[in-house]
Structure formats: C-alpha cells, structure tokens
C-alpha cells in the first residue's frame, strides 16, 4: 500500500478541524496543520486553534510549535511538513493535513518555486515605510510598481505584498515572473478535499464564531500581544481590527464587525485559491459518510 496523504481544505469556518479529526481517528493517524497562524504559541483564540481536547484526541504537527518571534514562512513549512509526514509514515500509511493556508498546501504538495535574493536593506526600507504608512501605501506602491500582481494577487494581505514589491525592486521583474510552477514530485499520494458551504451558511459561520471568541477572551489576548504587535505574525485578521480599537481608531462594536467583514473577505480569496486546484475533490462538511467513504477508496488505490 502507497503512503498516503489526505489534504483537508477550504475557507475558514467550515469545518476543517473537526473533519481532520475524525479521519485521524478513522485511520489511527496525526494532523500536520497548513495554517500560518495556528503555529504560534502566544495566538490562539483569535486563530481558532483546536480546543485542548481535540488536542488530546489527535496529535497535531504544527501547532504552537513556534513563538511569533520566529520567521515562520512557506519554505520553513515545507521543510517541517516534510519532516513530519516522515515521522508519520515510520508508523502509519496514512496522514492527514488541514488549514487554510494555499501557500503552506502548495509548498507541501508542489514544492516552492526558486526566489531570487533580496537584500536585507530593501527589506527593512519597504518594512518600516509600510508600519509608518499602513496597507493603502503598500498597496499603491505595489499598484504602480508590479501591476501584474496587484491585479490577481492578494492585496489585502501585506506579507505578500511586501514580498511581491522588495522582488520587484530587488530584481525589476514581476513576482509571478519568479513563479513558473515547477511542481516538485512527492515519493507519496495525496488526497485533496475541499469543504465548502452556501455562502449564507459560512457567513452565519463565521459570525458565529468571531462572536465566540470575543467572549472566550480575544481582546484580552490581543491586549497581552500589544508589546510585540509589530511582528509579522500579528499582522492578521482579529488582531489588526482590535490593536486598532486600542489606538482609539474605532469603537469595539466598530472593530468586532470589521472582524467580521475582513474574515468574510478572506474565505473568499480561500475559496478562489483552493477552486483553482483541479485535484481538489469537494464535499459538503456534514457529508461525513460519503468523505471517510472517499478516503478509504483513494488510500486503498481505488
């Protein structure tokens, strides 16, 4: 039997921790998580980290594995997904991966497409100009600079946006000049699914849950971070939204709904980026049977 990977995807809210969970179990296996935030150990309720008990249910990779000090990216990902599915593979034949992190499941699946050098200085310059300036200046300054990626590329996003202008002034090509799509051979299968909803049903979702979190206590962890806000990994949805209430930018009801809209506006780029893999086989969340059915027939080879 081929070693086997199962690949959980789609929009937050959907459902993807308690579906990996129950296909762990299913296969007596671990989770390696393809989320950028779940990582950190100082972030938890605003990334909707699995609960302690889904973590005593199933062993998780990469989750609180890392401080938000660390420079944690899609080529440190690859590396530690690898690394962990080996472990897995020692014991198991199968593994499952969950988040909702494109780059993080491309890396794991396809590998990474080779960069070019940046020079620390221009990374720095773009760095301080964007916390001085804020995300319409980044935006503009990618706009003008590399309107190839400003035109289908995540612009709300300011990570990718900052790499995609030092690359540009770095090397004076577009980013997606770099990013050819060699796809790196795996010596393993992988098994894509996709969960999604009606558009009203994770919206309800996802209301639901920022409203669970604010009474879990988010402002009060937000609160905790704000001596180390600067860092990238707190540069994300539920974070930005309350640093800027604490600024006096925004009443709280202002910042909860802003909250709401922004992770609303996420899943949607979520669902673009995953709609985009053919490989992905979709299924509703709640069709739990038909799924473990699925699984069970592409890890046997069917």
């Known amino acids: 039997m081929q070693k086997t990977c199962i690949v959980i995807v789609g929009p937050t809210a959907v459902g993807k921790t308690a579906l990996a969970i129950r296909v762990a179990e299913h296969f007596n296996t671990a989770i390696i998580s393809a989320d950028s935030r779940q990582c950190f150990r100082e972030m938890a309720i605003g990334v909707a980290k699995p609960s302690p008990e889904e973590l005593s249910r199933v062993h998780h990779y990469f989750i ?9 990216n899609a080529i440190v990902f690859e590396q530690y997904a690898l690394q962990s599915v080996n472990q897995i593979y020692a014991s198991q ?23 070019p050098p940046v020079s620390l200085a221009v990374r720095e310059q773009i760095n301080e100009e964007y916390q ?11 706009e003008e600079n590399d309107p190839l990626y400003y035109s289908n590329g995540e612009i709300h996003n300011p990570q990718r946006l900052m790499r995609a202008l030092e690359v540009k002034l770095a090397t004076g090509q577009s980013i997606r000049s770099w990013q050819q799509g060699k796809k790196a051979a795996r010596p393993f299968r992988i098994v894509k699914i996709g969960l999604e909803l009606a558009k009203e049903q994770l919206h309800q979702n996802i209301h639901r849950r920022v409203d669970i979190m604010m009474q879990q206590g988010l402002l009060e962890e937000v609160r905790g971070l704000l001596p180390v806000r600067h860092l990238n990994a707190l540069q994300t949805v539920g974070y930005s939204e309350l640093f800027n209430y604490m600024d006096g930018n925004s009443t709280l009801a202002q910042a909860v709904e802003a909250i709401k809209t922004n992770t609303r506006q996420y899943a949607k780029r979520q669902m673009t980026w995953f709609r985009k893999d053919a490989d992905v086989q979709w299924f509703s969340p709640k069709n739990e049977a038909a799924i473990l059915e699925y699984c069970g027939q592409a890890t046997a080879g069917s």
């Open 64 to 72: 609180n594995s890392h401080t938000v000090k660390d420079e944690v």
């Open 93 to 115: 034949e199968v593994a499952v991966m969950t988040g909702g992190t494109g780059l993080y499941v491309k890396a794991f699946c396809e590998g990474l497409d080779d960069m």
């Open 132 to 142: 001085q300036k804020g995300l319409s200046w980044l935006q503009r300054q990618v």
